[in-house]
């Protein structure tokens, strides 16, 4: 089973490739068992969505 650092670095090469099926079924089954881990990908998901918006311009406007 992989460890928290070796799932936070897939988390992160989520975002820029994508992953193999192996490495995806891994992070899943690391997830499952990690809610530290897990909370790390949401946060992750919604710090990428903020800069997002930050960067197209749509930041605090509601939509």
Do not use: P
Request: net charge positive.
């Amino acid at each position: 089973m992989m460890n928290c650092t070796q799932a936070t670095r897939l988390m992160s090469e989520a975002h820029e490739r994508e992953l193999t099926l192996r490495e995806r079924l891994a992070l899943k089954y690391h997830r499952m068992m990690c809610i530290g881990c897990t909370n790390y990908g949401k946060h992750l998901g919604f710090l990428r969505k903020a800069a997002r918006r930050l960067s197209e311009g749509r930041a605090g406007d509601g939509s």
